[in-house]
């Protein structure tokens, strides 16, 4: 995983930035935002056809899944049987085995059901799904999600769609030290630099959605995490300096006049 | 004359009507969504041999954008 080509669940990516595709203006503007950020993989909800108005826009009219992933996921899923029927219907409708599983657990701050998720995660797992999933940021919850065959594991900076940023950065580090499998930030990235942050920590790539979507100018934003995930992976790869509490000048003082 | 319920609303349609014919009824193409018929999910290869009997509950889903 220290390439600079993620490989999650038997795709290779180009981008580390995954994007959701929710929240938007119009799908025009979703089009326009995922082109700029250079992401290779989407997530998309499932729901209801609105039977009543024929010719409204689809979401398929302006993405295409034969251009881009689609990883489907279970937002507003909150018990294993919802998450697991949604899925099944995704896999149904697309034809490809790669998801997203979430299982939320409570409606104000969405902080995923771990008890739910680590059971749809077995049972799609046996059914031969390739799950990324949704989890909190404890390690020992992280590790039985890969124990158990998930693709990814995606633990939650912050409450999703709160833009708080990485608010603890010491589990997201034990969670990428211990993982066989990519470690993908998923929910609650604010702003750029939160992706630079995640990434420099070691994350293999980054997910986000109403950072983008709700910046006032969200193509811009779209181009301003491209550029901070490439800037996080790269500072990553290249190694920090040590930390020091006194100042060591970077003039030599040899030759002082 | 047969009474369905298709995503939550109650709709009738003519007798001798399949899963196909719904499609069409709502010009919805195959290849862009999903069927759950009854609480099963339904190939799309038997959307035309499935017919559609009174206080059937059919589910048309389809991708939306999602986070």
């Not at chain 2, 339904?42 to 959307?47: F, G, S, T």
Request: glycine share 8%.
């Amino acid at each position: 995983m220290k390439k600079n080509i993620l490989k999650v669940a038997g795709k290779s990516l180009k981008s580390r930035l995954i994007v959701g595709t929710g929240k938007y203006k119009s799908f025009f503007e979703t089009a326009k935002a995922i082109k700029a950020s250079g992401a290779e993989m989407v997530t998309v909800a499932v729901r209801r056809v609105n039977i009543l108005d024929k010719k409204k826009p689809i979401l398929t009219d302006y993405l295409n899944p034969k251009k881009i992933i689609f990883l489907p996921n279970t937002a507003g899923c909150f018990n294993s049987e919802d998450a697991l029927r949604t899925l099944r219907l995704a896999r149904e409708m697309g034809g490809w085995k790669l998801v997203k599983l979430e299982v939320l657990g409570d409606k104000k701050t969405l902080y995923p059901n771990m008890i739910e998720t680590i059971k749809s995660t077995k049972i799609l797992v046996k059914e031969g799904f390739k799950v990324m999933v949704y989890c909190t940021d404890d390690p020992l919850l992280a590790k039985k999600l890969e124990d158990n065959g998930a693709s990814a594991i995606m633990p939650l900076a912050s409450p999703i769609g709160s833009g708080l940023g990485l608010q603890n950065k010491i589990n997201i580090s034990l969670i990428i030290k211990q993982s066989k499998v990519p470690v993908i930030v998923d929910a609650g990235i604010g702003t750029a630099s939160d992706a630079t942050i995640a990434m420099e920590l070691g994350c293999d790539g980054v997910l986000i959605n109403s950072a983008i979507a709700n910046a006032k100018k969200p193509i811009l934003m779209a181009q301003a995490f491209k550029d901070a995930v490439i800037s996080g992976r790269n500072s990553y790869l290249a190694g920090r300096m040590q930390k020091n509490y006194f100042a060591t000048p970077s003039s030599p003082i040899k030759g002082l006049i | 004359m047969a009474k369905i319920q298709l995503n939550g609303k109650k709709i009738s349609i003519k007798s001798k009507f399949s899963i196909q014919d719904l499609l069409k009824k709502y010009k919805l193409e195959k290849k862009k969504i999903a069927i759950e018929y009854n609480g099963s999910i339904i190939p799309k290869i038997n959307y035309n041999k499935k017919y559609l009997k009174n206080n059937d509950k059919v589910e048309i889903v389809h991708f939306i954008g999602g986070g």
